[in-house]
């Protein structure tokens, strides 16, 4: 093992990462608060007095295993494991993420067991409640933990959930008891995320965090800061970046080990680290990760944002943030966008 990767590994202490996307502060509030042998350590979900898993499994990939009992196997012992947080959206799979994982979570109780996040993709007042009792249904619950608003990705989208009514019923669907806490999602701008901060006191947000964005359009450095200062939990995603299939393995591929990416999302300022789980293998790769935690120093990560810079700045990685072509085919039709457009 090298010397640069032994430190890396190594640090514990967080003594000022300000030139890596996290500060002294931070950092030291990045660190596990509660760390269950032999499960997940958990964080914080900002003001929501919950604690969640560090690791939330993502509902997009475990959608996408082809064998349903051996989706439903994955989550089950990831549960057991300790991952308690799971996400998942209306559009994954034309729907059918949300099923899988209601029949797994409608299974020996284990529902009581998960902190469950879906997302809605509406914008408007009616196609919210049609989202919201679809996901309800499938997920086979009476309340949703966390619902987002997924893929706010385009200017308007801020303004368009206020003006079409969207946010005025899931405010209404959270006093009916059906949803706990509201957040917004979305992987293309650090500059619309800044503009939806602003339109209603969420609890969570979702964002890419990952070691290539602190160099390109980064999330990292403009949108966490101030989201801290509100106390809305950050939710990481993204963090091997994305292949050309959607998958996120480039980064992993070409720029560090996946050890060495989801160990700098965790050292942001972040409540949860959403990773996709297709496979018992990945599972036990991403626990075998997490458990071994180091909470990074200051010039661990120093070291490791100036070894990726030479491959984040042109975003090659991060194509989700300068192309249409990684936004939901619901979303981009929401748009009046055509796939010949988008290929233009």
Known sequence: ???????????????????????????????????????VPTRPLGRTRVNVSILCLGGWHIGAVKEP????????????????FFDNAWDYHDGGSEEIMGRALAMDGRRKRVFLMTKNC??????????????????????????????????????????????REALRAQ????????G??????????????????????????????????????????EAAKRNIAVLGMKSLGGG??????????????????????????IASLVVGIDSMAVLKQDLAIVRRFPSLDAEALKKLVARVRPHAGDGRHERFKSTQHFDGPFHR???GLTQKEIER
């Open 122 to 167: 509406a914008r408007d007042a009616a196609g919210t409640r049609r989202h919201l009792e679809d996901s309800l249904r499938r997920l086979r619950t009476d309340v949703i933990d966390l619902w987002q608003f997924h893929e706010i990705n385009y200017d308007n989208d801020p303004d368009w959930i206020v003006e079409r009514g969207a946010l």
């Open 175 to 182: 006093k009916e008891g059906k949803i706990r806490f509201i």
């Open 69 to 84: 009992k051996e989706a439903i196997r994955i989550m089950h012992a990831a549960i057991d494991e300790g991952i308690t």
């Open 244 to 269: 050309a299939a959607g998958r996120g393995r480039f980064i992993a591929e070409t720029v560090c080990s996946v050890e060495e990416a989801i160990n700098y999302a965790l050292s942001q300022r």
């Open 333 to 335: 039709a929401q748009h």
């Open 184 to 225: 917004y999602t979305g992987h293309k701008s650090p500059h619309i995320h800044l503009r939806m901060l602003g339109v209603h006191n969420w609890d969570t947000v979702q964002m890419p965090v990952n070691v290539c964005d602190y160099h390109y359009r980064s999330f990292v450095r403009e949108v966490i800061p």
């Open 1 to 39: 093992m090298s010397q640069d990767r032994r430190s890396f590994l190594g640090a514990v202490a967080a003594t000022g990462a300000g030139a890596a996307g996290v500060g002294a502060a931070e950092a030291a509030q990045a660190a596990p608060v509660a760390d269950p042998a032999p499960g």
